[in-house]
């Protein structure tokens, strides 16, 4: 491969760093004088820059290996004779015991959040830190600091090259994952953040707070496009629909509302939970077939099914909640938790929702028959959050013993 002029300045200025920080102040010196590098060999911006995309590649050739690899085995797959036995990737659901155990928090994990490319993990904390994680080994990666309270959510966005994070300190952070630097500081919240997420296409950020508001950000400019008011107590959750239409939120004041993005108009209450809903999550199109065969009993017609979109909450009261956005319907009560159910992730092929609470238990409903197929015990302590591989091959789980795990599906 040829570089371009300024790309063969850059990789110069980088290894330039690379020696000067390794200590080869002589090298160095020697490098700059033979490449002619001037003033920019000690620009600051340039120090880590190898050791980063040393540490992509290597990343790059992994994620290439394992997709050669799912690659044959879909060959394989389609070559082999099919058997009633054989169970598709989507159907795949977490089993004990977890592959990966780590503990690096001081305070007790808020939220999980799995690299949509990468095997990498991040965990927030009450602790005031953001911790990154490799997912198959475990190792501890780095640290991101800025915070000066309580870490309460965060979230990738869609390729991963961003994590936004928010705080009790009432702050948004946005963090590049490339540099590991935070880009973009947001405020605007009279009090704690707790939740935040991109939009589809990564320009703008939502955030929930005990101040009873939503807010819209957009993140060129660092503005508060528009703030939601109608909860009347802290908004503990939120969620954007796949297409950037809708914003569900779970609220202290025991309702779900659905919101309008275009409008900011409130479409939907629901005051179906008996106590403080933890948590609200919009079903992926996936999850619409399995849906729809609860409702209806059986396969409809495609002019009969409901097109959604379709909402989970999750309750202090023990119970999770199904409502269909397109008609306004409470669809389903699951119960089977002895205790505050914390939040639900869906399962990649949308068969099954993977639920979490305070009886120390991860749960997988089979959404069409309303059932738990499999109860997990899954930390010592009150479990508070979980994140869904975008494959479907892990589920991790982040409890108040501060330990997050990672569970293999199969």
């Given at each position: 491969?040829?570089?371009?002029?300024?790309?063969?300045?850059?990789?110069?200025?980088?290894?330039?760093?690379?020696?000067?920080?390794?200590?080869?102040?002589?090298?160095?010196?020697?490098?700059?004088?033979?490449?002619?590098?001037?003033?920019?060999?000690?620009?600051?911006?340039?120090?880590?820059?190898?050791?980063?995309?040393?540490?992509?590649?290597?990343?790059?050739?992994?994620?290439?290996?394992?997709?050669?690899?799912?690659?044959?085995?879909?060959?394989?797959?389609?070559?082999?004779?099919?058997?009633?036995?054989?169970?598709?990737?989507?159907?795949?659901?977490?089993?004990?015991?977890?592959?990966?155990?780590?503990?690096?928090?001081?305070?007790?994990?808020?939220?999980?959040?799995?690299?949509?490319?990468?095997?990498?993990?991040?965990?927030?904390?009450?602790?005031?830190?953001?911790?990154?994680?490799?997912?198959?080994?475990?190792?501890?990666?780095?640290?991101?600091?800025?915070?000066?309270?309580?870490?309460?959510?965060?979230?990738?966005?869609?390729?991963?090259?961003?994590?936004?994070?928010?705080?009790?300190?009432?702050?948004?952070?946005?963090?590049?994952?490339?540099?590991?630097?935070?880009?973009?500081?947001?405020?605007?919240?009279?009090?704690?953040?707790?939740?935040?997420?991109?939009?589809?296409?990564?320009?703008?950020?939502?955030?929930?707070?005990?101040?009873?508001?939503?807010?819209?950000?957009?993140?060129?400019?660092?503005?508060?496009?528009?703030?939601?008011?109608?909860?009347?107590?802290?908004?503990?959750?939120?969620?954007?629909?796949?297409?950037?239409?809708?914003?569900?939120?779970?609220?202290?004041?025991?309702?779900?509302?659905?919101?309008?993005?275009?409008s900011g108009e409130c479409k939907h209450v629901w005051s179906d939970h008996e106590h403080v809903v933890e948590h609200a999550s919009f079903a992926p199109l996936v999850a619409h077939e399995a849906l729809n065969l609860m409702i209806f009993g059986s396969?409809?017609?495609?002019?009969?099914?409901?097109?959604?979109?379709?909402?989970?909450?999750?309750?202090?009261?023990?119970?999770?909640?199904?409502?269909?956005?397109?008609?306004?319907?409470?669809?389903?009560?699951?119960?089977?938790?002895?205790?505050?159910?914390?939040?639900?992730?869906?399962?990649?092929?949308?068969?099954?929702?993977?639920?979490?609470?305070?009886?120390?238990?991860?749960?997988?409903?089979?959404?069409?028959?309303?059932?738990?197929?499999?109860?997990?015990?899954?930390?010592?302590?009150?479990?508070?959050?979980?994140?869904?591989?975008?494959?479907?091959?892990?589920?991790?789980?982040?409890?108040?013993?501060?330990?997050?795990?990672?569970?293999?599906?199969?």
């Amino acid at each position: 491969m040829v570089l371009t002029a300024r790309q063969q300045e850059e990789l110069q200025l980088a290894v330039h760093a690379y020696l000067v920080e390794a200590g080869h102040a002589e090298a160095a010196a020697a490098m700059a004088k033979s490449a002619n590098l001037g003033d920019d060999a000690g620009d600051a911006k340039y120090t880590g820059l190898l050791e980063k995309k040393w540490t992509t590649i290597t990343r790059l050739q992994k994620r290439n290996m394992e997709l050669q690899a799912e690659v044959e085995e879909l060959r394989s797959s389609a070559r082999a004779p099919r058997s009633r036995t054989t169970t598709k990737m989507e159907e795949w659901v977490p089993r004990p015991p977890a592959t990966v155990a780590v503990d690096g928090h001081r305070l007790p994990i808020t939220a999980v959040a799995i690299h949509p490319s990468f095997a990498v993990m991040a965990s927030a904390s009450e602790d005031a830190s953001i911790k990154l994680w490799d997912m198959e080994s475990g190792n501890f990666e780095r640290s991101l600091k800025g915070h000066t309270n309580a870490v309460n959510d965060i979230a990738y966005d869609r390729e991963g090259n961003r994590l936004v994070s928010c705080s009790t300190d009432m702050t948004i952070k946005v963090w590049n994952m490339d540099n590991f630097t935070c880009t973009k500081t947001l405020s605007g919240h009279d009090h704690t953040v707790s939740s935040v997420r991109f939009d589809h296409t990564g320009d703008r950020v939502f955030s929930a707070s005990r101040d009873k508001t939503i807010k819209i950000w957009e993140l060129a400019t660092g503005y508060c496009l528009q703030t939601l008011q109608g909860h009347s107590d802290w908004v503990r959750s939120i969620d954007v629909s796949a297409d950037g239409a809708w914003i569900c939120s779970a609220s202290s004041d025991h309702t779900v509302r659905v919101w309008s993005v275009a409008s900011g108009e409130c479409k939907h209450v629901w005051s179906d939970h008996e106590h403080v809903v933890e948590h609200a999550s919009f079903a992926p199109l996936v999850a619409h077939e399995a849906l729809n065969l609860m409702i209806f009993g059986s396969k409809p017609s495609a002019e009969a099914a409901s097109k959604g979109p379709f909402v989970a909450s999750a309750s202090r009261d023990k119970s999770i909640c199904l409502f269909d956005v397109s008609t306004g319907q409470h669809l389903a009560r699951l119960t089977g938790h002895d205790n505050w159910v914390r939040a639900t992730a869906w399962s990649r092929g949308g068969r099954y929702l993977f639920s979490v609470a305070d009886d120390k238990t991860m749960r997988v409903w089979d959404i069409a028959t309303k059932r738990v197929s499999k109860t997990i015990p899954a930390h010592n302590h009150f479990v508070s959050c979980i994140a869904v591989h975008a494959k479907n091959t892990h589920v991790v789980t982040g409890s108040v013993d501060l330990k997050v795990k990672v569970w293999e599906c199969n």
